[in-house]
């Protein structure tokens, strides 16, 4: 089956610790995304990629860092510089190209602090 | 999981009555539209999309309807089923960009 993992399902943050959110896909898309979703508001552009060893920052970048070294992933650390980090972390993908912008999301991280 | 529907608005409905949620979106610019459905603690789920070009649009169960005049984007859902509690959202996006700008959403909740 195609599609879009993230993992763990729930992450603990211990206080100045630096921690790494998983995302893969296999749905060969070139764009790749990070949203954080706080309760009753619209999701929040952290970073994207469009395109293997190439990333912008997106609304919300600071606090976080990204790589994507390979296209089917991307993954996301949320640094000890980010003060509020407890939040939904949603991973998404597309095929990268006009016309084709639908972005398929994966089944989201929890992260908590301790 | 946790809800995200905390402080959304919220349309309740009985099983079997047809579902209209609404979106009001604020870039005239805007060409492409995205619905979607997130249960609770669970990523978002595409439902539908629509194009500046079309108003209206059929899927299974599902219908968007585009007002482009009124900036206003509708989704209707035939014959409710429990199933389809959640928060819906839509996206909008504009032609110059790859990305798209979401909405809080709408919490659906389907009573048997």
């Known amino acids: 089956d195609g599609g879009i993992t993230q993992s763990p399902k729930y992450l603990f943050r211990k206080e100045g610790q630096n921690v790494t959110l998983s995302c893969e896909q296999n749905l060969n898309h070139d764009a790749m995304y990070w949203y954080r979703q706080d309760p009753g508001q619209g999701l929040r552009l952290i970073y994207y990629s469009q395109i293997v060893n190439d990333f912008q920052k997106g609304d919300i970048a600071e606090g976080y860092s990204v790589s994507r070294e390979k296209k089917e992933s991307f993954p996301l650390t949320v640094t000890s510089a980010q003060k509020n980090p407890t939040a939904f972390y949603l991973c998404?993908?597309?095929?990268?190209?006009?016309?084709?912008?639908?972005?398929?999301f994966g089944p989201g991280t929890r992260l908590l602090v301790l | 999981g946790e809800s995200v529907g905390l402080h959304l608005p919220t349309l309740s409905v009985q099983e079997g009555d047809n579902s209209i949620i609404n979106c009001a979106y604020s870039?005239?610019?805007?060409?492409?539209f995205i619905w979607y459905k997130q249960e609770s603690g669970k990523g978002p789920q595409f439902i539908i999309d629509i194009r500046s070009n079309m108003d209206k649009r059929q899927g299974q169960r599902v219908t968007v309807l585009l007002n482009k005049t009124v900036k206003h984007l509708s989704l209707q859902i035939a014959a409710t089923q429990p199933g389809d509690s959640a928060v819906y959202f839509c996206a909008e996006k504009s032609g110059g960009s790859y990305i798209p700008t979401f909405g809080r959403g709408t919490s659906l909740i389907v009573h048997p």
């Open positions: 998404a993908s597309s095929i990268g190209s006009a016309g084709k912008e639908t972005q398929y």
């Open positions: 870039n005239s610019a805007s060409d492409y």
